[in-house]
């Protein structure tokens, strides 16, 4: 069944995700929020906000660090913004990234700014590309409320599974997950 | 025995400057049966609440708005820290200065975990301080901060003067009959009813 096979193609690229750091545990948080319904509505809604807003931030970013004269306060107010967003929708490598642009902001490095614009700029394409696979997947898998506890329950025991992994980190895990 | 119908949901402003930041809190205080309004800022917030912020007084631009903001009763505000012109603190501080607002219990939200700005925060009044990213298990110590500050407004009501009597209380302005008979009920239940009889109880002006 069509959905079946969606429904692995949509666990796998969610397990990868959070087998990558790409996501960390406040995606689940979302994923949690979901609308009973079953409608993809709720992380649909937030991811989408999200990378609108990313989106916008990191033009500004890259305005500003084209100027002749950087204004460092203002880069670090809007990494800043970033960091948030990110840390709320549980996008973890570029809340990381924002981090360690912030250090480099505040030792008003120029270049160093620049490098790690386009660190979080490739993470935040490489974040936004999964999302989009995952939202065009989702509407097909989710049809209920049963398919969703199943689909979190999946999400769930593989985010456990992760933990021990990252615990123990042995190879032989890995075949697991 | 009164029967309880569907009481009215508590009703929360949340204020926060980020988009996604406010889908978030949004879907967790519906999630968690809370009515919502949000605003991107605090001067917008305080606007919201009926609030001039130049004063204290309540000063409304329009005649049907401030109809509106007297009606809509305010069980929580829930702020960032961090935003552009007015801070979380800023708005905190006005909230407090507001001899209208005061009693409404604040939250302040903030992803950096401060010692010294939680404590500013936790001294100039507010009840909770958050870090962000907010979860669905922070919702729940919401309700308690609201189900407080109606207790201690009811036993305010009651030691400014008699609830029953309208006309002899000089500051309190809220204290009309409405529910004079109500001793059997717990006092929640009153608080509750009162919300639904008259929204503007919930901020009374009594100092």
Redesign the interface.
């Given at each position: 069944m069509a959905a079946a096979a969606l429904r692995e193609q949509l666990n796998a690229l969610l397990s990868s995700m959070y087998a990558s750091g790409l996501v960390d545990d406040?995606f689940q948080?979302?994923q949690?929020?979901q609308d009973d319904g079953g409608t993809p509505g709720?992380v649909a809604?937030?991811v989408t906000?999200?990378c609108?807003?990313a989106d916008r931030i990191i033009s500004e970013l890259a305005a500003l660090l084209e100027q002749p004269v950087v204004d460092f306060d203002k880069v670090d107010?809007y990494v800043?913004?970033l960091?948030?967003?990110s840390?709320?929708?549980?996008a973890q490598k570029v809340k990381f990234t924002c981090m360690q642009f912030r250090e480099l902001c505040q030792h008003k490095n120029r270049d160093g700014c620049i490098m790690a614009l386009t660190l979080v700029r490739n993470e935040f394409y490489d974040l936004r590309n999964k999302f989009q696979t995952m939202l065009q997947v989702v509407p097909y898998v989710l049809k209920g409320p049963f398919d969703f506890q199943v689909f979190t329950g999946i999400v769930k025991m593989e985010h456990m599974l992760l933990k021990l992994k990252r615990i123990a980190c042995p190879c032989f895990l890995l075949k697991f997950v | 025995m009164a029967a309880v119908a569907t009481e009215t949901p508590f009703h929360v402003l949340a204020v926060d400057d980020s988009l996604p930041d406010r889908k978030l809190i949004e879907r967790l205080l519906k999630t968690s049966s809370f009515q919502v309004t949000t605003v991107d800022s605090g001067s917008k917030a305080l606007e919201f609440l009926g609030i001039h912020h130049d004063s204290s007084t309540p000063i409304s631009v329009q005649e049907d708005q401030l109809i509106y903001n007297q009606e809509v009763a305010v069980n929580l505000i829930i702020t960032d820290y961090c935003m552009p012109g007015m801070t979380g603190y800023d708005l905190l501080k006005k909230i407090k200065e507001s001899s209208s607002l005061r009693d409404i219990p604040v939250v302040i939200m903030s992803s950096e975990n401060i010692p010294s700005r939680i404590n500013r925060c936790l001294e100039e009044g507010a009840d909770e301080f958050f870090l962000k990213p907010v979860r669905l298990s922070d919702m729940s110590k919401l309700k308690p901060h609201i189900l407080k500050s109606r207790c201690k407004e009811h036993y305010n009501q009651q030691s400014d003067g008699k609830i029953d009597e309208s006309s002899s209380t000089p500051t309190n302005s809220s204290s009309s009959s409405s529910s004079s008979s109500d001793n059997s009920n717990s006092r929640k239940r009153k608080a509750e009813g009162d919300a639904e009889i008259l929204p503007k109880a919930n901020r009374s002006r009594h100092s």
């Open positions: 406040q948080q979302l949690m929020l709720f809604e937030v906000l999200f609108d807003d107010a800043h913004q960091k948030g967003s840390a709320s929708v549980g | -």
